[in-house]
């Protein structure tokens, strides 16, 4: 069951049917979808993809999934799965182009970073950006995330593999025992 998020100006909370058209118009804006999966994909693809949310993620408890909203308006779109490109989870985020350059990117990233160490217990989080978005690679890098390879794709673009590890805290050291 996804749960609900808060920073101080997001909440992440679970989509909910009346959301479609949001959902529909951040895919098909092309200054978004262009960095998203395989790029923009066309009306009748993202209203199956927002139905997928519900029968399959949803309903099977696959993996965290988020609308981003602001003020109660849909901004954003985030997630956090299981990947075999990464070969662990991956973070997955989106906002609308309104949204960008106001900080809310960080805070979305750090959010669902904190989610995944804190609530999931990993070790690791990574992202995979297309080489091109630098605005998503300056947000990463300022958020911790450190280049850890890149992939060539059967297009012969690349996509950047960025890693963030959990920084250990007081008395996690190997080793170390419990109230000691």
Avoid: C
Wanted: aromatic letters at 8%; charged letters at 25%.
């Amino acid at each position: 069951m996804t749960p609900v998020l808060r920073t101080a100006r997001l909440v992440l909370d679970p989509y909910v049917p009346e959301d479609e058209e949001a959902f529909v118009a951040l895919f098909q804006d092309t200054r978004v979808s262009r960095w998203m999966g395989d790029g923009p994909t066309t009306e009748a693809e993202d209203r199956a993809l927002f139905g997928r949310v519900f029968t399959k993620v949803y309903a099977e408890d696959l993996f965290d999934v988020w609308a981003v909203r602001r003020h109660g308006r849909l901004i954003g779109h985030a997630e956090i799965k299981r990947t075999d490109e990464v070969d662990g989870h991956e973070i997955i985020y989106a906002l609308a182009p309104e949204a960008w350059g106001s900080g809310l990117g960080t805070e979305l990233a750090e959010a669902i970073v904190a989610y995944g160490f804190d609530s999931l217990g990993l070790t690791e989080v990574h992202a995979t950006v297309a080489a091109p978005n630098t605005a998503s690679l300056a947000l990463l890098t300022r958020t911790g995330f450190t280049h850890d390879r890149d992939v060539q794709e059967d297009d012969g673009t690349t996509t950047r593999v960025l890693t963030r590890r959990r920084t250990p805290g007081p008395g996690s050291e190997p080793g170390a025992q419990p109230g000691g």
